[in-house]
């Protein structure tokens, strides 16, 4: 523990020995006065949008509930204050589409989705948390003439939503927003709170605008009729110390309305706590900001998706039910299991250390009953250790305050939100010391918990899967199906078929958020390998339809998804594609028949760099070799905006040509802390191995060798680059050794590989060896790197 308490007139004083000749900083002196001014704080809350929660409804039930404790649950977890949803609009708002309940002025389904049960189950753990909509897009119906959904009948959509909240699911929305991030419109904001006023829902609070800047509070300044409009001003991602936010100044501050961050975050589970320390206590200071809401709640989202990890904690693993629990939800519990809405800021004590945001700050809230108070210091930018000297006055409690301290530097779960003992003040006085990286939280009231459960192990997705479609309610989204754009869902099969399909539904371009693209839907493991994916498609109307394997990401505002696509089109003509970002490539193509209405079967293999395709079961493609994708998802895409059917779709394995990993060791001549050699052969193309960078670079040639579990005939190796964008560490030349005892090592192989994230293929006279070791004698940057290295059999 590197917190030390002190504590007047206690028996037991915690003193740290200070070094000859160190000059400690002079503390930084708080009173914390009860009769203090300041704004009341509404909480800390998550935002589940873009599709960032999709997998977590099929998790195992257990499983799925330890999440939502962790999340929601009061005094167990991140006790989560404020549960923002997105009100889904059919297109992609970030990492997939979230289907909307009015396709069509008549199309009234309450039911699709899964924000509904999120914000059920969230009310259900704690009845007092608020709730909040806001759309992304909207149906292109609600205004055919323009994209934008500044119309009458897109107000007309958001109260249907909002009165089925409460009719279909007893759910009162606290909290209503415009568009997010794309501006207002003052006559529209106005509409909204008149219509919201004449259906009886005049308790919603409305904010504006949920985007980038302030023009909705200086716009508002100016105008009566929008400032009336609105009860909140709610901003994303705030610069605060760039827009004079200090003090008081600016239109934000002067048209009297409470200042949310109503976006904020978007940061990894397992690296973003840090910043969310320093926005939680510097919104306050530096910009009276009583409300933080985090993007995004959970990332439950498939690999290769963009903003990989950015949630409170990670659970995309529904067939293990494996869940992570990172630094993050226990640095938004250091706030919300301290204070609740409702308590008032204390304006004297929330300041920085010594005027350095980077230093540290500290914030004081007190109860409504002006008794009790809670405290909050951090130290995260912090450069040596910081002391506060602290001094309670004005009515507050000053008996005995209980501690809980998370240590950010610590990798370690037992470092994060521990119970420290009691601070007791003497006479209203203590000071605590803080090292670098630290969150302190001290109350007068007790009740916070470190709630604790052991989630399953990490594991692939097995294969076979098989879906067909067929044990669904109509209007239903199918297990572990990830909708990308458009929305997919159950419908009864037509073109001569019995039962029940997957239909792509929407037929109208919505008004988008962020771009276009065609409709896809995803489903697997990012970790899938060689395997055959095949599936019965029919298109109801001129278009085309793809099957889709190796999916590896989504790219630009057209949503490319990115991977190989097995296309077949009404005009007659196939293709085998290759996309990458906005690029396709025509790995084959030929002609066929395949007329709307009439149903088809597609299949994909993927063995190594090889790629075979079947339509109708004529195999048309053959061991075509192409390296761009080594692994990923599979799917079906769509052309815009089609009706298309699938039924029975299946991924089956095929057999490796690889060694298995299970046993092997794997060990490198350098590594940087956090990028170890193991990682070069976990399974996980999102790791890697890298030669140590700090503080200074090793120089090449460096190697990796893997010991195999017994001693096998191998016939080559397969080498996948980091997967993260960064060329650092490619491979660019390499030498590969083999030995029987470890000691006595045989050159086999040489050459130079394109410096790229290709998997790279490599065959070698086949050769019995227990040990496997590649030299990079050359890579980019200077370094050397690998994300997945695996063995052939010989």
Known sequence: MRLRLFKAAVAALCVKAISVGAQPAPATNILVNGHDKGRIFHGIGALSAGASSRLLIDYPPTQRQQILDYLFKPHFGASLQINKVEIGGDMNSTDGSEPSAQRTPTDHNFHRGYEWWLMKQSKLLNPSIKLYGLEWGAPGWVNPYHQDPWTDRNIETIINWVKHARKDYGLRINYLGGWNERGFNTGWYEAFRKSLDRAGLGSIQIIADDSWAWNAASAAANDTKFRDSFNIVGVHYPALTKL????????????????????????????????????????????????????????????????????????????????????????????????????????????????????????ALKSPDGKDFSMIFETIGAKSSVTFDCSIAGGLRSNRLVCRTTNLKSLHPADWFV????????????????????????????????????????????????????????????????????????????????????????????????????????????????????????????GYVDLVGRMQSTYGVSNVISGYHLRIATNGKWQLLRLKRE????????????????????????????????????????QLHDDAYASGLAGYQVSEWCHAEFQNFTVTAVKSQTISLTGIKTTATSFEPGYAASFATDGDADTFWHTKYTPSPVQLPQSITLELSAPAKVAGLTYLPRQDGNHNGDITQYVVAVSLDGHAFTDIASGAWPDNSSQKLLRFPPVTAKWIRITAMAGSGGYAAAAEINILRG
């Open 244 to 363: 004079g936010m200090a003090g008081g100044e600016g239109p934000a501050f002067t048209i009297g309305k409470p200042i949310w961050e109503s976006e904020m975050g978007s940061q990894p589970y397992d690296t973003g706590a840090p910043a969310l320390a320093q926005s939680f206590n510097e919104g306050y200071i530096s910009g009276r900001i009583t409300a933080y809401i985090n993007w995004s709640t959970i990332w439950s989202v498939y690999g290769g998706l963009p903003y990989k990890n950015d949630g409170l904690m990670l659970a995309n693993e529904p067939w293990s039910g494996h869940y992570v629990v990172g630094p993050s939800i226990w640095t938004v519990a250091q706030t919300t299991q301290f204070v609740q809405p409702g308590w008032q800021y204390l304006d004297g004590a929330c300041k920085y250390v010594h005027n350095d945001p980077q230093a540290g700050s500290c914030v």
């Open 419 to 542: 119970r420290q003992p009691n601070i007791v003040p003497n006479n209203g006085h203590f000071t605590v010391t803080l090292q670098p990286g630290e969150i302190l939280s001290v109350s007068t009231l007790g009740g916070q918990h470190h709630g604790h459960f052991t989630a399953p192990p990490s594991r692939v997705l097995p294969l076979p899967f098989h879906e067909t479609f067929q044990n669904y309610p109509l209007g239903a989204t199918p297990h572990l199906f990830s909708d990308q754009q458009g929305t997919f869902d159950i419908a009864k099969a037509k073109g001569g078929r019995a039962g029940r399909c997957l239909r792509q539904e929407i037929t109208t371009s919505p008004i988008f958020w962020d771009g276009g693209g065609d409709p896809s839907t995803l489903v697997g493991d990012w970790r899938w390998r060689n395997y055959t994916v095949s599936s019965d498609v029919m298109l109801e109307q001129a």
């Open 583 to 622: 690029k396709a490539t025509v790995l084959a193509a030929g002609t066929g028949r395949y007329p709307a209405g009439t149903w088809h079967h597609l299949a994909l293999r993927f063995s190594l760099d090889g790629i075979s395709a079947w339509i109708d079961g004529k195999n048309v493609v053959h």
